[in-house]
T-cell receptor
Framework: GAVVSQHPSWVICKSGTSVKIECRSL??????MFWYRQFPKQSLMLMAT?????????EQGVEKDKFLINHASLTLSTLTVTSAHPEDSSFYIC?????????????FGEGSWLTVV | AQKITQTQPGMFVQEKEAVTLDCTYD???????LFWYKQPSSGEMIFLIY??????QNATEGRYSLNFQKARKSANLVISASQLGDSAMYFC??????????????FGAGTRLAVHP
């Protein structure tokens, strides 16, 4: 079964509204989670590192006021796309790793397809 | 800075034949991990194989093997006995050290594999 769960899988929202995507680690506590964005026919690009109990770390070029990340518990990180516009339509996917796990233990959520109309 | 290069946008292979997907990387870190993921049209990231930078033997997982040539900084994926279900996008990725741990990933551009009957 899924070790990292992401919800919703699909979301359509109107331009100008906000949408929240959740990423949950089901079998372990994750102090760090990662959010990636993937535009059609492109690769995954790291957006930000979600840190439990502290501010997220954003990659260069990612607007922190537009992509709000909250990591309020050891099993849940949320990504909120604020004032969404059609250009924000993309595939968003999170990943997490158990603490002190082997180097190859990286679990991805199922991903969320966002369409802004 | 870390970089992953996949120079093959698309590859074709006949069913039951073997295929090699190329991946080269660049890093100044001594400790890193190399991953291959399969991404079908659903978007999920399916883990295929992992090679640690200190692993002396090439990793193998069923029909997948990783041809790790450290001096050349290459980590090619070999799929033996291709199946129709192998048709998908394939990403090479590298994990590298950062302040929070070793699970931050950078991805290559990807290779789309088409398996023909």
């Amino acid at each position: 079964g899924a070790v990292v769960s992401q919800h919703p899988s699909w979301v359509i929202c109107k331009s100008g509204t906000s949408v929240k995507i959740e990423c949950r680690s089901l079998d372990f506590q994750a102090t760090t989670m990662f959010w990636y964005r993937q535009f059609p026919k492109q690769s995954l690009m790291l957006m930000a590192t979600s840190n439990e109990g502290s501010k997220a770390t954003y990659e260069q070029g990612v607007e922190k006021d537009k992509f709000l990340i909250n990591h309020a518990s050891l099993t849940l990180s949320t990504l909120t796309v604020t004032s969404a516009h059609p250009e924000d339509s993309s595939f968003y996917i999170c990943s997490a790793s158990p603490p002190r796990g082997p180097g190859n233990t990286i679990y991805f959520g199922e991903g969320s397809w966002l369409t802004v109309v | 800075a870390q970089k992953i290069t996949q120079t093959q946008p698309g590859m074709f292979v006949q069913e039951k034949e073997a295929v090699t997907l190329d991946c080269t990387y660049d890093t100044s870190d001594q400790s890193y991990g190399l991953f291959w993921y399969k991404q079908p049209s659903s978007g999920e990231m399916i883990f295929l194989i992992y090679q640690g930078s200190y692993d002396e033997q090439n990793a193998t997982e069923g029909r997948y093997s990783l041809n790790f040539q450290k001096a050349r900084k290459s980590a090619n994926l070999v799929i033996s006995a291709s199946q129709l279900g192998d048709s998908a996008m394939y990403f090479c990725a590298m994990s590298y050290p950062f302040s929070g741990g070793y699970n931050k990933l950078i991805f290559g551009a990807g290779t789309r594999l088409a398996v023909h009957p």
